[in-house]
């Protein structure tokens, strides 16, 4: 009988919200104590997890870290911000791609996540399927010609799909301090979503 918390993919049984990219990677949101032992286990067999949360105090990183240390899952945290500019360079998009690829032919699997799983992970994601290990220069080559739509396809399914711009800009004209502060916060987070993914696409020279 299959569980329903869980759907079947590529024959990989995943959390609900958790998704298959290819046969070497997973995506999805901050994973719970729970979650985490699930990926762990060989329907999932998650070995090593990138986490791209930014530095700060909230969700308990440390958590995570522990469990995956308990479970045997390698544990890298990749700081990357929208909100405050903080963007990882290129050379760390290569690096982060080509980890997942050698992960995989050892026979292991790799979690991409954030907060949501939408923003931040989105960028990695459509990073890795669209170089799958190899420098971009390279990518850009084979393709030649065939490289622009190559990308814009990927950004479709990897960014554009996966609700990466699911912030409209709100205008709020009335006199609740705390309508007004959240209706600010959605449009600068809205807007810095929107200058991080006009900055990869300047680096994958789009």
């Not at 999805?28 to 949360?53: A, N």
């Not at 980890?99 to 907060?115: E, Y």
């Not at 990073?127 to 950004?155: C, D, M, W």
Request: glycine share 6%.
């Amino acid at each position: 009988m299959n569980n329903p918390q869980c759907h079947n993919q590529h024959d990989t049984v995943l959390p609900r919200s958790y998704l298959m990219v290819d046969e070497y990677l997973i995506r999805g949101p901050h994973p719970s104590i729970s979650t985490l032992i699930q990926l762990k286990k060989k329907s999932c067999g998650v070995t090593q997890i990138y986490d791209f949360r930014h530095i700060s105090i909230w969700h308990f990183k440390f958590i995570e870290r522990w469990c995956c240390k308990f479970l045997g899952i390698k544990y890298i945290r990749v700081p990357y911000s929208n909100l405050y500019g903080v963007y990882p360079g290129l050379a760390v998009f290569e690096e982060i791609a080509k980890s997942v690829k050698q992960n995989g032919i050892q026979g292991g699997k790799t979690l991409f996540h954030c907060n949501s799983g939408r923003h931040r992970t989105s960028h990695f994601s459509m990073f890795y399927k669209l170089t799958r290990g190899q420098p971009l220069h390279l990518v850009q080559k084979q393709l030649a010609s065939e490289y622009e739509n190559t990308v814009l396809k990927i950004v479709q399914e990897q960014v554009i799909d996966q609700n990466y711009y699911d912030r409209p800009q709100i205008t709020y004209k009335g006199v609740n301090p705390w309508k007004r502060f959240m209706a600010q916060r959605n449009n600068i987070i809205s807007l810095a979503t929107k200058k991080a993914h006009l900055h990869l696409m300047s680096r994958l020279g789009m």
